[in-house]
């Protein structure tokens, strides 16, 4: 299914991310990706991603391919809860009840789309269950979530007009997921990689990791129907 992807493209096209619980549940010595180099194998091309932070919190990425800079900019609420994600193409504003996102607002620059906003509907472990998605105030799909004991994403379901039209599942190492020591929870949670793992196998691609002497990725071999699509490599401070 579509909906299901990479952590890494799903964060870097928002070129998206409280303290104990916001930042680094799985992290005690503040673990931090500083880096995040993806080499493509059809054309050799490289794009590099550069976290900088705040007072612990991620502040900006700057995005570098092909020559192109752009930068990706998280603007924080009073309870320091991610409120804004600004980029040159889109902005994304988020509604909240409490501690959980209920809706996300996107506004475009460019294409043919003005606004998309997407509402979140959380399970008793405040985790998102569903999710509908609108375009220009029409409703395009909803999704269904299922999870494991680690709060890995392991089952999604497609409905349209309130029948299913797909679904599709994910398998996971058993090492040290390192986009929770960088992004908020709060945009983890709704984008359902808050798990505790690295995705394994998800429909047709297939990741292939080494790993670091504390258990987090230092590179990921990507594959898609059996062809290594990308190489994805990790610096951490």
């Not at 900019?73 to 009840?97: C, D, G, L, M, R």
């Not at 997407?118 to 409703?139: A, F, H, I, P």
């Amino acid at each position: 299914m579509k909906h299901i992807t990479l952590l890494l493209i799903i964060i870097l096209i928002f070129s998206c991310s409280s303290e104990d619980e916001k930042s680094n549940d799985n992290n005690a010595d503040n673990y931090k990706i500083y880096k995040i180099k993806q080499t493509f194998s059809d054309d050799g091309s490289i794009s590099l991603s550069e976290f900088n932070y705040k007072d612990g919190l991620l502040d900006f990425i700057k995005n570098t391919k092909n020559g192109n800079v752009n930068y990706t900019y998280y603007k924080y609420n009073s309870k320091k809860q991610i409120a804004s994600i600004i980029n040159e193409y889109s902005e994304v504003t988020f509604t909240y009840i409490g501690n959980n996102i209920t809706k996300e607002l996107k506004s475009y620059n460019i294409g043919s789309i003005n606004e998309t906003e997407t509402e979140y509907r959380y399970n008793s472990n405040n985790l998102v269950e569903s999710e509908k998605y609108y375009e220009d105030s029409q409703l395009i799909w909803e999704l269904i979530f299922e999870y494991d004991n680690k709060n890995n994403l392991i089952k999604e379901t497609e409905l349209h007009n309130g029948t299913i039209t797909g679904s599709g599942t994910q398998t996971f190492d058993n090492m040290k997921n390192p986009y929770k020591t960088s992004y908020p929870k709060e945009l983890l949670v709704i984008y359902k990689f808050y798990g505790e793992n690295n995705v394994l196998e998800s429909f047709y691609d297939k990741n292939v990791y080494k790993y670091n002497d504390k258990d987090y990725p230092l590179e990921n071999s990507v594959y898609e129907s059996g062809v290594l699509e990308s190489v994805i490599e990790f610096e951490y401070k």
